[in-house]
């Protein structure tokens, strides 16, 4: 059975800029015993999340996902056409770009796709990365604070 992580509460998340790398951590606490899936996406080019709570907990929990999957560049960034509009001159999310499609040449240039994070409660937004995995884990995450 594929692995999901619908319904999964995010409890943490680690970006290592240098590496490349973003980390989702998520629990499911509705089955016994809770399931730990973390969500890794490698080869980052970069990434958008908005709507990030902190706090909160059983019972209202924080941020949860309903899924996180690969999407289509070009429908992801138009929805988002208000904050590229906000960042176009501040190197984000690419130093320079005529337009919308250019812009998608530029993020998937070199294999990257494009992953929607899809939240029910808080954390919403998309990352453009070489891949994304799920793997699961026996237990909660240590996070360095």
């Known amino acids: 059975m594929p692995i999901s992580v619908h319904d999964n509460w995010v409890y943490a998340q680690a970006v290592d800029h240098d590496r490349r790398r973003i980390v989702l951590y998520t629990v499911y606490p509705h089955a016994t015993p809770s399931e730990y899936t973390d969500v890794v996406f490698e080869g980052v080019v970069t990434h958008h999340f908005e709507q990030q709570n902190v706090g909160g907990g059983d019972p209202y929990p924080s941020n949860v996902l309903f899924d996180v999957e690969e999407s289509d560049p070009t429908f992801i960034l138009g929805s988002y056409s208000d904050l ?62």
């Open 84 to 145: 590229l509009a906000r960042t176009k001159n501040y190197g984000w999310p690419v130093q320079a770009y005529d337009d919308l499609q250019d812009l998608v040449n530029r993020l998937t240039a070199g294999g990257a796709k494009c992953f929607e994070v899809h939240g029910t409660v808080g954390i919403h937004g998309f990352v453009f990365a070489m891949s994304m995995t799920f793997r699961e884990r026996p237990g909660r995450a240590e996070v360095a604070a």
